[in-house]
């Protein structure tokens, strides 16, 4: 197959689950149609038909205490005046950074309830490193625990509704969480992760009641309990990255001051409570020929803050970078060689797009 872009940004046709129509690839054709003035009425409608009359809080907001939820939870709580019920998966103590520790402080300390769910970080670690050798994707536990904790913990105080960021559909161009309303986040569980990922391997290593924050609900239980996740994102007109950590840097949110060329995050926004992120979108970008610096360069061109040019140069700059640092950080933590780890890259990578060559990777492409 060859490397193909869209029309308007750099996303590429190796992106899984990716639609296009006329060579314009579907978060540039949503962003075109959907970013209207964010309309709370929609949200507070929902609320009012599904909350329990006896019920303490509006909804539930997922957190980490980064750009987009400080951003969600003040919005929620001080222009709609509603009372949310802050959720927020913990990474393993020797994963969280300390970042990650003084952001999700920093958002609390702004009025908030939080219930925490911490999975057993010795279950979650070796199932970091089961995943890694087994699909080549490390994240898929982490991922699991994240998204699942939110509506667990719904189901479980019993409120409905439940407030997400961004729409992967709208941002990633993950064509399957699209649903007829864009702001509809259940279709959340077609995500990659949730549905191509059987959790047997899980529960061949381990006992269910020692699992449990890797289940995420089943159709039935979000029938039976009414619950209805709602992306933000998606009707907020100045919901993009910059504009969110703009908003939260000037609410207390800490930032990475590295270089880009040590992870391809061009301004320190992203993922702060998880250095090993770095890895997985290195990693990613052997895969599919593209990264996070790529995901920044997409939105800043659909928000014309950058030209296609600009564009082009800081992904052949800074794209799949990843210190050595990070490398051997997860290397560490899960007890493998730097050898081991490079086998298994290197068994993963992309040969239509990539090279080996002396034990090293090289593109085959130049973003144009």
Same mark, same amino acid.
């Given at each position: ?89 913990? #990474? ?176 320190? #926004? ?14 990613? #970008? ?39 640092? #990070? ?42």
């Amino acid at each position: 197959m060859s490397l193909q872009y869209c029309k308007k940004c750099f996303t590429n046709n190796y992106q899984p689950n990716l639609k296009c129509k006329n060579g314009t690839c579907l978060p540039c054709i949503i962003f075109n149609k959907q970013k209207n003035t964010f309309s709370s009425n929609i949200l507070l409608n929902l609320i009012k038909k599904r909350k329990k009359k006896d019920s303490h809080f509006d909804c539930i907001i997922g957190v980490s205490g980064g750009k987009d939820s400080l951003k969600q939870a003040n919005f929620i709580k001080n222009k709609l005046k509603l009372r949310p019920l802050l959720v927020s998966l913990i #990474y393993p103590p020797e994963t969280v950074t300390q970042i990650g520790v003084l952001n999700l402080n920093n958002l609390i300390e702004q009025g908030f309830d939080i219930i925490v769910s911490a999975p057993n970080p010795q279950i979650w670690k070796d199932l970091i490193k089961t995943s890694f050798i087994k699909f080549g994707n490390f994240r898929i536990p982490s991922e699991l625990a994240l998204f699942s904790s939110v509506p667990q913990i719904a189901i479980k105080y019993e409120i409905p509704i439940i407030i997400w960021g961004e729409n992967p559909a709208v941002t990633l161009g993950e064509s399957k969480t699209l649903a007829k309303e864009v702001w509809d986040g259940n279709y959340l569980r077609n995500l990659n992760t949730l549905r191509g990922t059987k959790i047997n391997w899980i529960e061949k290593k381990y006992k269910k009641n020692q699992i449990l924050p890797f289940y995420y609900p089943s159709k039935k239980e979000f029938k039976k309990n009414k619950l209805q996740i709602f992306f933000m994102g998606a009707l907020w007109k100045n919901w993009s990255i910059i504009h969110n950590a703009k908003y939260a840097i000037a609410n207390g949110l800490s930032i990475r001051k590295e270089n880009p060329m040590e992870h391809g995050d061009l301004f320190g #926004y992203q993922s702060l409570d998880d250095d090993f992120v770095h890895v997985n979108q290195m990693i990613k #970008y052997y895969k599919y020929g593209y990264g996070r610096t790529t995901e920044y360069v997409n939105e800043m061109i659909r928000l014309n803050n950058i030209t296609r040019e600009q564009g082009k140069h800081l992904i052949n700059k800074y794209d799949g970078k990843c210190s050595k640092k #990070y490398i051997h950080s997860f290397c560490n933590y899960i007890n493998i060689s730097p050898k081991f780890f490079w086998k298994k890259i290197f068994s993963l990578t992309n040969k239509d797009l990539f090279r080996i060559k002396n034990n090293k990777i090289e593109a085959k492409f130049s973003v144009k």
